[in-house]
C-alpha cells in the first residue's frame, strides 16, 4: 500500500508518489530537519514480512553503491524500522526516458545517440564493478 503525503518515515517527510516497481513505492520525500528532497524507496507491505525479501532489497542498496558513475544513482540512507523498509536515493529532476519516448519520434539522431552512449557507459561502469 502507498504511504500518503505528509506521512513520516524516519527523519523523511513523504511529499508524493514518483512510481511503482515490483519491489517498492518510490516517493518523493524532504528530510525534515535539512529541507534536502531525496528519492526514498519503500518496500512493498507483502514483500516486507519475509526478511529474505528484506535483505535482498537491502543488499540491492549495497550494489548500487558499488558503482561509482554519473549516471548510476547514489544511495545515502537505509531505514529498517519496522514496517517501513526503505533505502533514500539522491532525488532527480526531470522527464524521464519513458515520457520522452511517448510524446513520439520527437528526439532526433543526436539526442537518441547521446543518450544511447550514456547508457551503454552507465551499463559498463555496472560491467567494470563486477555486476
Known amino acids: 500500500m502507498a504511504v500518503a503525503p505528509g506521512a513520516r518515515i524516519g527523519v523523511y517527510e513523504i511529499l508524493s508518489l514518483i512510481g511503482s516497481g515490483g519491489m517498492g513505492h518510490v516517493y518523493v520525500a524532504e528530510h525534515v530537519q535539512l529541507g534536502r ?7 512493498h507491505d507483502e514483500l516486507a514480512s519475509q526478511p529474505n525479501n528484506v535483505r535482498r532489497f537491502f ?20 531505514i529498517a524500522d519496522g514496517a517501513d523498509n526503505c533505502y533514500v536515493m539522491e532525488l532527480l529532476e526531470g522527464d524521464t526516458l ?4 511517448k510524446a513520439g519520434p520527437t528526439l532526433g539522431f543526436e539526442r537518441a ?3 544511447a552512449v550514456q547508457i551503454c557507459e552507465a551499463l559498463q561502469a555496472v560491467h567494470d564493478a563486477g555486476i
Open 37 to 43: 528532497r531525496v528519492a526514498l524507496k519503500r518496500l
Open 59 to 78: 543488499a540491492e542498496g549495497r550494489v548500487v553503491n558499488r558503482v561509482h558513475h554519473p549516471n548510476i544513482l547514489e544511495i545515502t540512507d537505509f
Open 113 to 115: 545517440l547521446g543518450i
Open 98 to 101: 519513458a515520457s520522452v519516448l
